[in-house]
């Protein structure tokens, strides 16, 4: 099992400040298709992932899953270290 201590959050908040126009004009309608394996984790209490968005994740990110996180929200990471900790890191490694 991974532990929480092993990891810290680090935003890049001068990026983000230097792109928040982009952030803001984001148009998925031309994105190409990320083939890479990626993984979505999404709360089972939030609404940030529905099932209607799912065939569009597929089509960007062929090679995605997409797990539920029970009993959490959208900040998986505060609601569910634990299990958001073992997702990632089990993703991570394989």
Known sequence: MITRTQYAWKLN???IMDNIVNIFEFNNANL??????????KGADSDFILKEHEPQIMRLFPNSEIKTIENAGHWLHADQPDRFLDE?????IS
């Open 13 to 15: 908040i001068q990026a």
């Open 32 to 41: 190409k298709t990320f083939e890479k394996p990626t993984l979505f984790l």
């Open 88 to 92: 990632v890191g089990t993703f991570l």
